[in-house]
């Protein structure tokens, strides 16, 4: 029996309660969905529909399969659109997921003049590591300490304008005072871009040298929650880049307790199984596109792009 084309017959007719419209969204004949759900009845040794002359009802036992059939009816949807294009061999690039949309396209375009189909693949930095590790990306920017980085986007705090001042900002000046009362601390925050270690920790230890509260560092879930927090006029500011803090129409400000100041690293990784020039054509097509989708500049490696396996990278990279 054909489990997979049985239970797409069933999902789609108990989803239109009638097995012709069914049928038709299954594309698939009427006679074949009603012989493919009487296979699926027999196998399970149950009855999933009840028949009426006008209309096709779940029965109790239907409604407990129903779910894991459309799930397996969705993996199987799924499985076809990977195959199709792992068959058209684009190369898979995991990409930071705030990645602006116009450069994402010229990326795409760069790419496929130097003949290179690429497909950029959003992803949070923990998740493009396991990517590439996994091998569902041929290759992946992974963060890395900037001293070890292709690419370095400095980072500042984004804050409102009412916020006083417009040269760095001294984390010092976010300390509780007495005349606080009670209101709630001013926070910075993280998003998940920058969430790892060697930006996390950097702060950490600035903000516990400082004397500040532990809850006045935060991770926020993403950019726009980050971003909301300092929109509703808390004092609170997020880490960014100064690109995000524009578009975000906030003002950009750099930390003054930090010399040199926060960055974001990047290196381009390509998985084990990839073949050894890939990276150096990335690199050399892509590069300037890549350090635009990162809002990013490039850093000169004297040639050696990062062309080694994901198992030298750090253990330190894009963790938690």
């Not at 705090?157 to 000046?173: C, F, N, R, S």
């Not at 080694?308 to 938690?320: D, F, G, M, S």
């Amino acid at each position: 029996m054909d489990l997979l084309g049985a239970c797409r017959a069933f999902v789609h007719v108990s989803e239109y309660g009638s097995f012709t419209a069914g049928a038709a969204a299954a594309r698939m004949a009427q006679s074949v969905a009603s012989r493919r759900v009487a296979a699926l009845e027999r196998h399970f040794g149950e009855r999933l529909l009840t028949r009426s002359s006008r209309t096709v009802t779940l029965t109790a036992f239907g409604r407990d399969v129903l779910p894991l059939a459309r799930q397996l009816v969705e993996l199987g949807d799924r499985l076809e659109h990977e195959a199709e294009a792992a068959r058209r061999h684009p190369l898979r690039l995991a990409v930071p997921v705030d990645c602006p949309t116009g450069a994402l396209a010229r990326l795409i375009a760069d790419a496929q003049q130097a003949g290179l189909p690429l497909s950029p693949h959003p992803a949070a930095p923990a998740d493009r590591a396991d990517l590439v590790r996994s091998r569902q990306a041929r290759a992946a920017l992974l963060a890395v300490p900037p001293d070890g980085a292709h690419w370095t986007t400095p980072l500042g705090l984004a804050v409102t304008a009412t916020t006083p001042g417009t040269g760095p900002i001294y984390l010092d000046t976010l300390r509780p005072t007495r005349t606080d009362g009670n209101r709630r601390p001013r926070r910075v925050w993280l998003q998940p871009e920058d969430d790892v270690p060697h930006v996390r920790d950097r702060l950490t230890r600035l903000r516990d040298a400082l004397g500040l509260r532990p809850a006045q560092l935060a991770a926020a879930p993403d950019l726009p929650s980050a971003a909301a927090e300092v929109l509703r006029g808390t004092g609170d500011a997020v880490l960014c880049s100064r690109r995000q803090a524009e578009n975000l129409s906030l003002h950009w400000r750099e930390i003054g307790e930090l010399n040199p100041g926060l960055a974001r690293g990047y290196a381009l990784v390509a998985a084990e199984d990839t073949d050894a020039g890939t990276t150096e054509r990335i690199m050399d097509a892509c590069g300037n596109a890549i350090a635009d989708c990162l809002d990013a500049k490039a850093h000169d490696k004297n040639g050696q792009h990062a062309s080694q396996e994901i198992k030298t990278i750090p253990a330190t990279v894009a963790t938690r």
